[in-house]
């Protein structure tokens, strides 16, 4: 059988990269991710693509989405060389909700729902380690070795100013995405609120249910 094709959607701290990654481990697919993707490429010249902007970096650090032009073809590339894939950060709007139903047909769409407290306090709280990309949480998930504490780093975006800003354009922006996947009856709720094995319990059952 052909590897699944997963979307996972979700509020910014929902836990979509703590989950993608176990996805991707436990079904052998490509982790698809435009907020990486971005990252990695933030200071990419993008001014002839006539936006607002000169590079991503203004966007992301204000917690604004990035020109619909710049990751439609960040995804598109990407699933072209995906045999089986997790997207996680993408479709954020209904136009790239459009884009996304010319690129590849899904066999499941995610949804971990979390309230904004929790969110806030998620976002705030996390910490990367830059040498191996894993995600903690100072109270929830803090490295066990003392090391990799010492070199854990804050993304830009993670200022609670800047989180309350990136929930603001999720509600305006992603929720709509949310509900046209609820309303064609393809959407598997997941309650994110749990402990994150408790998730992951759920996000696979989910998958092999659906697969
Ligand atoms: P992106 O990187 O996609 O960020 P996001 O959607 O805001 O999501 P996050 O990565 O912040 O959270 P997550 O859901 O992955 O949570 P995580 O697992 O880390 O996008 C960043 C920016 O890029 C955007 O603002 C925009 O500018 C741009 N961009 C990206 N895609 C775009 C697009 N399609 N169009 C336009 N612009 C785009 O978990 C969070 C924390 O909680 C961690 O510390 C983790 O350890 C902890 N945690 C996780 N699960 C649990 C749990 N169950 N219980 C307790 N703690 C938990």
């Given at each position: 059988m052909a590897q699944p094709r997963i979307l996972i959607l979700g509020a910014p701290g929902a836990g979509k990269g703590t989950q993608s990654a176990k996805i991707s481990e436990a079904f052998d697919v490509e982790h698809v991710t435009t907020g990486d993707a971005l990252r990695a490429n933030?200071?990419?010249?993008?001014s002839e693509m006539d936006t607002e902007y000169d590079t991503p970096r203004e966007y992301m650090d204000q917690g604004e989405l990035v020109p619909d032009e710049v990751v439609n073809a960040i995804v598109d590339e990407a699933l072209t060389q995906a045999d089986g894939f997790v997207l996680?950060?993408?479709?954020?709007n209904l136009e790239q909700a459009e884009e996304l139903e010319d690129m590849t047909d899904l066999d499941v769409v995610l949804s971990l729902d979390v309230s904004e407290e929790e969110l806030v306090h998620r976002l705030t709280g996390r910490r990367m380690d830059p040498e191996t990309g894993d995600i903690y949480h100072l109270e929830y998930n803090p490295p066990e070795d003392p090391e990799v504490e010492a070199r854990l780093e804050q993304r830009d975006d993670d200022t609670e100013e800047t989180v309350r800003e990136r929930l603001r354009v999720y509600r305006e922006n992603t929720e709509p995405v949310i509900e046209h996947y609820d309303d064609e009856g393809v959407l598997e709720r997941v309650d994110g609120e749990q402990a994150p094995n408790e998730v992951w319990a759920d996000v696979k059952a989910t998958i092999e249910d659906a697969v």
């Open positions: 933030k200071d990419m010249d993008i996680d950060g993408y479709p954020r």
